[in-house]
């Protein structure tokens, strides 16, 4: 059973900080780059970030340059999404997702997780 489950998700204040985990299961997370995407209501998907194998390339959104860092733990079957300085427009459902390209930066994924509720507001 190959699964990812996104965890961390919840509601913050402007300008708070959180931490969203993606556990990996039912295939070999060190063989594939990790996307975080985002999407709001009304508005279409969009990739947040992407760290590729071994964590030797990030990328980011302009949106949220400077204020999301993304990172990996094989070890644990595990990447994160650390949110810093949130802003009202990152109010989202939060998707990790993999992909199994060699390529960077992916092109395609191949499983996603169900995603978790992000609300900034005051």
């Known amino acids: 059973q190959l699964q990812l489950v996104e965890t961390g998700g919840g509601l913050v204040q402007p300008g708070g900080s959180l931490r969203l985990s993606c556990a990996t299961s039912?295939?070999?997370?060190?063989?594939?780059?990790i996307g975080w995407f985002r999407q709001a209501p009304g508005k279409a998907r969009e990739e947040v970030s992407c760290i590729g194998i071994s964590g030797l390339s990030t990328k980011y959104a302009d949106s949220v340059k400077g204020r999301f860092t993304v990172s990996r733990d094989d070890a644990k079957n595990t990447v994160y999404l650390q949110m810093n300085s949130l802003k009202p427009e990152d109010t989202a459902v939060y998707y990790c997702?993999?992909?199994?390209?060699?390529?960077?930066?992916?092109?395609?994924?191949?499983?996603w997780g169900q995603g978790t509720q992000v609300t900034v507001s005051s």
């Open positions: 997702a993999a992909s199994g390209s060699y390529y960077w930066p992916p092109e395609e994924y191949d499983y």
């Open positions: 039912g295939f070999t997370l060190t063989y594939y780059a």
